[in-house]
Structure formats: structure tokens, C-alpha cells
């Protein structure tokens, strides 16, 4: 197990060396001058000037990257130039929100994919593995634009029991807090909670035709025994690895949902950047998102090996 | 039985989120289009930023709602020296939200600030004043280096906003963080992209006209969903009301609206002279220009794609614009005439790519303009470019024809020097166009002392332009706001701030 963590603990440094250049390369790529949208309407020339020499705009692509590197190792991940605040303060002020949405989107996830994906694996082929198989296509095709705007228009306007959009942090009120997630939870845990569901249903039903379940069965074990103590265990594997992967998705900003119900997470933070060419921001969030993809495919590793012991060899 | 106790609960539940939504009603909010940028008035460059700078800094003077000069921190003024300079008397008794007072000193180390400061963006707006003379403890001398007429309008301004000197040099380049003025509201708090909190100065010069306790801004750029919060009892105004929600908002008896013709236009920039580009018919002869102008039918422009809510223009000023010029009218759609000048030209299908920046509304716009051209035999292609992208490209050359606007300013010089100047910056004159004659008049302008001298030399300009064609001017936006019913004393600007002074909740 220690060798196994070393192994993976080492690779986090070149992997996310190879990320930061990636994304300080293709972002070079992208058309349009930093100085020149950031000069506004007026377009002053010498704003313009003023802007390429403040934010080394004006040096060779190298020189630029040697400085943000020197910069994110000291702990600086520069500053925004369209607001002008440290990016890692925005980070910061940033990250709980996501965290909060991704865990809570999270919950619904599981809440409803799990249980739906055993239950139609247990009633295979019946009228309940057609419901369910029917509800989770319905969760996967749903557009989460469309979605949002429709929860929206029935329980903000029409009935007026949820904020239609903001964030209230937990600590000025909890109540307002969930209240104003409760939407975009749900529209972003319905969209994974189908795909966990097809996952989860057909690693059961690989499982269930086990020779160990099997045996398990002969034994005379329960139903209720079979299934979630010999069964499901196995069976969680590839939902493990699908649970990190869409977490890690989900940190990286529901984009379209964060819009819709104006999130102020990593989504909004990252597109009104990249609209802005906010270098800096782009830069600092896609380096901290790969940071904690990385860090969730760790915590996936792990729990494979705690949920099967013989994984760690 | 079952049943009716869950739909008690669920009402019981609801009713009381309704009245948790609906707290007490001495906060404003005010939901925004756009996230503003920085909060400091000499380095601040976008327009939803200057809707909170109107609640936070006074200015030197302010506009009416029919663009009149009218005073604000400074009372009277007048020109010395042959308009070479601009005595101000300032209004006495003001103080900044920090305490400080605000006087000729304050003024002095404002406008320094403003032309002075690293990155300004005020710079260029007032870069005709030399120097600023305290000539006593309430009134200031503006010293220009020649005369120039706009400079009233932009004191009306991000350039006559007065900062606390105190809280400006301890603030440096953060002063944005926590910015400090002589206006109605002082900075509390902001979250990027989530709010801008602004509570009452108590000590403000004109406190009997403010309301509010507080005002708080919430960034949304959906406009659907910042209806929505609308009705939901969320907000209690909203700016930039989509024109195609107007109907149903207007039938919504828990809402109400507010209009005015905004000082932007709308238009098509055409590449006459910059880059090998603008080798290509419609660059190249004006009788093309002509004739693509001459197929566009404004009305119907505006009835299809925006709902008959916009107004049709063919200036950089609106028709209702007292610096119109009325001697050249909207011309009236004419494809026969199109096509016989097309064809005098030489080219009677001609094919050229239109640039359009990538949102909903431009593209539909650029749409109806593609079809409306098609009938006269042009062969429009169209390039959804993503803004930022569409600016680089425009300022480089690399276009034919770039459907582009301007937010426009009070003062005409605002909206046309700029864009058809030969010295004008390639961003904003794109189109590189020059001529001579056209530069001597905006000169002159600048110069004149009185509004019928500058009107004359307009009318000029108009003469050249609107034959040329660098820019063929489309319509003009209307401000469109939507309201709670309950919201009393709004009152549009066309400039489309959001003057907090007046307004309360009945």
C-alpha cells in the first residue's frame, strides 16, 4: 500500500508541470489581445501600452511562463487584470461555493443513481428496470440550460417557494444557503444520478451472475444479504471511478448551470475570464481544478484497494 | 385526509419562504446585466460599472434626462480666458464618506489623479487640461491648452467623479477594493460576480433625497433569468430588460416599465483602408456602400428583430438627438435604386463576409440584414466571432464588414471622433478612414464656443459620413428597464444609469 501511494504521489509533480504548460500554451492560441480587451470601449493606445508592460504582455512567451511559474511556486498565482485581485484570493472566495454545489449535485447523484441502478439490476427486466432505465435517459438527454430555467419559471415565479438565482453563504444564513442550491443541485445531480444509474445497474448485474453470488445464494443468504454485502461491494467499483470523475467535473465548473442560476463558483469564474482573456484567472483555476482532479483519482485509487484489498498489488 | 395535511404543510412551508424572500423593504436590489470591473473612477472602463459609480460618486455636474448640463458637486461654472479655461464654483458643505471634506484641493487631486494615475482611462477624456488652480477653498480653474467644448459633458462623467485624497493615496492602485466619493451611498462590500453592497451615507449633501438604507447590485447575465427574479420578488428593478420579454413583462400586473432612447448606436463598420482587406468592391466604392445601405429597411429591422422596441437612426445621434442632423433623413429602403448602382459599379452580386460578434441578438440581426441585401444581389457571408476575438480581428484588418456598436456618450464629439478620425485609434476606427475635411470639422467643434457654431461643423461631418459610408448606422437602442409596481421616482437617463435619488418604495 505505501509503495502503491509513493508511486501514485510522484506522478501528481509531472502531471501537473505537463497541465501548466498546456494551458499557458493553448491559451496563447487563443485569437484576441489581453491589453486591448482590457482597455474598454475608449481603446487609449497608451492604456493599451500601459496594460502589454504591467502584465508582461509585451515579453516572449517563455519569459512570461518562467515568470508565472517563479510566481505559483512562491505561492502567487498573479492577479486579475479585470478586476485587479489576486487570482488565489479568488480561489479562495471561489472554491466553497463549487465545493459546496459539487458535494450537494453530488448527494443527489448518489441519493437517486445507486439505489435505482440495484434495484433495477435486482428486478432485470421488469416493469421497474424499464421505469428506471426510461427516468435516467430522461436525465441524460434533459439539457441542464433547459432544465434550470424551466425549475426556475415553476417554483420561483409561478409558485414562489425558491430564490430564482444568487448565493447566500451558509455562515449569513444556512437556510437561504440550501434554499438557493436546491435548483442547481438537483439539475446537475439529476444529469449523473442517470449516468450512475446505468453504471451501477449493469455492474450489478455482471456481479449478480458471479459464481460467488452464486455460492452465497446456496448458502441460503437473504436477498437483502447477497446483494448489499456480497454483491454491491464489487459491483461499486467502476462507480467509485465514475463518482470521482464526475466530482471532478463538477469542481471544474458547471459551466451552464453556475450561469443560469448565477453560481458565483469556478463556472462563472473561468468563462467571464476566458471571455475577458484574463490570463491570469484562466491559468491559476484550470491549474487548481487539475490539482483536485488529480487529488480526487488518488482518493479513487484508494478506495478501490480499501474496497478490494487485492487491487493494491 | 393524507393529502390535505401534505398541501398544509406545503402552503405553510411555501408562505414562509415567500415572506423570507420578501424582507424589509429598505434594500434595493438591483439586478445587472454584467459583473462591473474595477470601482475606481479613473481606472473603471466598462458601462455596468458607471450604474454603480451613479449611486457611489458625484460628479462636477450630472445631465438631465434631455442631456442638460445641470450641477451636481460643482454649482456654477463658467469659461475664461477665450474657453481656455473653466472656473467652477463647488458646492459648499459636502463631505466624502470617510469625513473628509470635499473641496478645491479634493477637485485638484482628482483631475491629477485622473491624468496622472499608471493606466488611467480617463486620461484621453480630459487630456485638454494642463493644469487645475485652487482659486479659493471653493472654487477650481481647469487650465486647457486649447479649447475644447465636450469637456463639460465628460466631467459629467467617470472623469468628474472627486475621490477622497485621504483614501486615495493610503489606497494606491487598490483604491478600486475600497473605493471613497461624495456620493449618496458608500461602499460596504462586494463577491466578484455575486454582489456589490452600497449602504446610505448619512452625511450626504442631498440626503432628503435618498431612500434606501441600501443598495445591493447582483450581477445576471441571462435576461430571462433576471426577469425571473424579478417576479419572483427577488429584485426590485432590472436594467437591460430583453426586448422580446417586454410583452410579457408588460402584461404582468406585478411589474412596471420604463423606457428611453439610450445615446448608443448600432451600425456596420466597413474596411476602406486597413489591411488587404479592404481591396474588395464594397471597401472600395462607395457606390456598393450605397447600395447595401439603400436594401436595408430599418423598420423592418427593428419590428423582426427587436420587437419595434429600438429606434431606427442612420447617425452617430439618435433622430431625437438634439445633435441630429435633421437635413439628411433616414433614407427609405430601395432596392431598385440598389441594384442599378450595383450595376453602374460593375458588380451586380457583389460577396462580402460580415463579422458579427457571437450572441443571439446580433445574429439574428445580421440574418434579417442578409436577407433584406440578398434581394438587391449581394451575397452576404456571415462570421459569428466571439467578441473579444471580433475586436483583435477588426483592429488588425482582418475583416470586410463588422456589425459593431458604441454605448455612446452625452456629448456628439464622444461618438464620432473617434471612429472616423485620421489620427483615431484602429480599434476604434477600424474602417481607417480619413479625410481631410472631415478631421478640420471635428476640430472645429472641439473648438466652438457655442452649440450652433459645433452644430454647423456636425452637419459637415454628417455630409461626408453618411456619403462615405465608413459606418453605415442601423438604429439606436432603447433603455429598457422593468420594475416592481411598488417602486416609485425612476427616472430613465439616456446615458442608462440607474440615479438612485428620488426613488422609493410606495
Excluded at chain 1, 482590457?38 to 500601459?50: N, S, T
Excluded at chain 1, 479585470?82 to 447523484?109: C, F, S, Y
Excluded at chain 2, 469659461?79 to 470617510?98: A, E, S, Y
Aim: aromatic share 8%.
Amino acid at each position: 500500500m505505501t509503495a502503491f501511494l509513493v508511486r501514485r504521489i510522484a506522478l501528481i509533480f509531472p502531471t501537473l508541470f505537463f497541465v501548466s504548460v498546456l494551458i499557458f500554451g493553448l491559451q496563447q492560441l487563443l485569437p484576441g489581445d489581453p491589453a486591448v480587451t482590457m482597455a474598454g470601449e475608449e481603446q487609449d493606445p497608451a492604456v493599451i501600452a500601459y496594460l502589454r508592460q504591467k502584465y508582461h504582455l509585451d515579453e516572449p512567451l517563455p519569459v512570461r511562463y518562467a515568470l508565472w511559474v517563479e510566481g505559483v511556486v512562491q505561492g502567487d498565482l498573479g492577479e486579475s487584470i479585470r478586476i485587479k485581485r489576486p487570482v488565489k484570493d479568488l480561489i479562495i472566495e471561489k472554491l466553497p461555493v463549487t465545493g459546496e454545489l459539487a458535494g450537494l449535485a453530488m448527494l443527489v447523484a448518489i441519493a437517486i443513481g445507486v439505489p435505482a441502478g440495484i434495484l433495477a439490476a435486482v428486478k432485470h427486466d421488469t416493469a421497474i428496470d424499464y421505469g428506471a432505465t426510461m427516468v435516467a435517459l430522461w436525465g441524460i438527454s434533459m439539457p441542464n440550460f433547459w432544465l434550470g430555467i424551466m425549475l426556475i419559471l415553476l417554483f420561483s415565479v409561478t409558485l414562489g417557494w425558491l430564490p430564482a438565482s444568487g448565493f447566500v453563504p451558509p455562515d449569513e444564513s444556512l437556510k437561504q444557503n440550501l434554499l438557493t442550491l436546491v435548483m442547481p443541485a438537483f439539475v446537475l445531480g439529476n444529469a449523473i444520478a442517470a449516468v450512475m444509474m446505468r453504471h451501477t445497474r449493469s455492474a450489478m448485474l455482471q456481479v449478480l451472475s458471479a459464481d460467488y453470488v452464486r455460492t452465497a445464494r446456496a448458502k441460503g443468504l437473504s436477498q437483502t444479504s447477497v446483494v448489499l454485502r456480497h454483491a454491491l461491494r464489487n459491483a461499486l467499483i467502476p462507480v467509485v471511478t465514475l463518482g470521482a470523475l464526475e466530482f471532478g467535473g463538477l469542481l471544474s465548473g458547471a459551466v451552464l448551470t453556475e450561469q443560469v442560476f448565477t453560481i458565483p463558483g469556478f463556472g462563472k469564474l473561468i468563462v467571464d475570464a476566458v471571455f475577458n482573456r484574463d490570463y491570469a484567472v484562466v491559468q491559476g483555476v484550470v491549474l487548481c481544478t487539475a490539482f483536485a482532479y488529480i487529488m480526487l483519482n488518488l482518493v479513487a485509487d484508494i478506495a478501490y484497494v480499501l474496497i478490494n484489498p487485492r487491487l493494491s498489488a | 385526509m393524507r393529502l390535505t395535511r401534505i398541501l398544509a404543510a406545503v402552503t405553510l412551508v411555501a408562505a414562509g419562504l415567500t415572506a423570507n424572500i420578501a424582507d424589509a423593504q429598505t434594500t434595493l436590489r438591483i439586478g445587472l446585466a454584467e459583473d462591473p470591473d474595477i470601482l475606481d473612477p479613473t481606472l473603471a472602463r466598462t458601462f455596468v460599472g458607471r450604474i454603480v459609480f451613479a449611486a457611489m460618486c458625484d460628479k462636477l455636474v450630472d445631465i438631465s434626462a434631455d442631456l442638460k448640463i445641470v450641477p451636481q458637486l460643482a454649482t456654477e461654472w463658467h469659461w475664461v480666458d477665450d474657453n481656455k479655461g473653466l472656473v467652477m464654483t463647488l458646492r459648499q458643505g459636502v463631505k466624502f464618506q470617510d469625513g473628509e471634506k470635499m473641496d478645491a484641493a479634493a477637485v485638484k487631486f482628482s483631475i491629477e489623479r485622473h491624468l496622472t494615475m499608471p493606466g488611467s482611462n480617463r486620461k484621453a477624456e480630459i487630456s485638454a487640461v494642463k493644469s487645475v488652480e485652487i482659486v479659493d477653498d471653493h472654487t477650481v480653474k481647469l487650465v486647457l491648452d486649447k479649447p475644447f467644448a465636450p469637456l463639460l459633458a465628460q466631467l459629467s462623467d467617470r472623469a468628474g467623479m472627486i475621490v477622497s485624497p485621504k483614501a486615495a493615496q493610503a489606497e494606491g492602485d487598490k483604491f478600486g477594493d475600497h473605493p471613497v466619493c461624495a456620493g449618496p451611498y458608500k461602499f460596504t462590500e462586494r463577491v466578484a460576480q455575486d454582489r456589490i453592497v452600497l449602504d446610505r451615507f448619512p452625511d450626504y449633501w442631498n440626503k432628503d433625497a435618498v431612500h434606501f438604507d441600501r443598495i445591493v447590485y447582483l450581477p445576471v447575465p441571462d435576461a430571462t433569468v433576471r426577469l425571473a427574479n424579478l417576479q419572483s420578488g427577488q429584485f426590485d428593478l432590472i436594467e437591460r430588460l430583453a426586448a422580446t420579454d417586454l410583452d410579457a413583462a408588460s402584461k404582468d400586473s406585478r411589474l412596471k416599465i420604463a423606457t428611453i432612447t439610450s445615446l448608443a448606436y448600432e451600425g456596420i463598420t466597413i474596411n476602406l483602408n486597413n489591411g488587404e482587406r479592404a481591396k474588395h468592391p464594397l471597401g472600395q466604392d462607395k457606390r456598393v456602400r450605397e447600395a447595401l445601405e439603400l436594401s436595408i429597411d430599418r423598420n423592418a429591422l427593428n419590428q423582426v428583430v427587436f420587437n419595434g422596441q429600438f429606434t431606427p437612426g442612420n447617425q452617430w445621434e439618435a433622430p431625437s438627438s438634439p445633435w441630429y442632423v435633421k437635413s439628411i433623413p433616414i433614407p427609405a429602403r430601395d432596392v431598385a435604386k440598389a441594384k442599378s448602382l450595383l450595376a453602374a459599379a460593375g458588380v451586380p452580386h457583389p460577396s462580402f463576409t460580415l463579422m458579427v460578434p457571437n450572441n443571439t441578438e446580433a445574429t439574428n440581426e445580421s440574418q434579417v440584414i442578409q436577407s433584406m441585401a440578398a434581394e438587391a444581389g449581394f451575397d452576404i457571408k456571415l462570421q459569428s466571432t466571439e467578441f473579444a476575438s471580433s475586436l483583435d480581428l477588426a483592429s488588425k484588418g482582418d475583416f470586410e464588414a463588422y456589425q459593431i456598436g458604441w454605448s455612446g456618450r452625452t456629448d456628439p464629439d464622444g461618438n464620432i471622433y473617434n471612429f472616423v478620425g485620421c489620427k483615431a485609434p484602429p480599434a476604434l476606427n477600424a474602417a481607417k478612414y480619413c479625410n481631410p475635411e472631415v478631421d478640420a470639422a471635428l476640430d472645429a467643434a472641439r473648438a466652438a464656443s457655442t452649440d450652433d457654431a459645433r452644430m454647423a461643423q456636425y452637419t459637415i461631418v454628417a455630409q461626408h459620413i453618411l456619403a462615405d459610408r465608413p459606418i453605415i448606422y442601423l438604429y439606436h437602442r432603447r433603455w429598457l428597464y422593468a420594475m416592481n409596481a411598488g417602486l416609485s421616482g425612476f427616472t430613465p437617463y439616456p446615458d442608462g444609469l440607474i440615479r438612485p435619488q428620488g426613488i422609493e418604495m410606495k
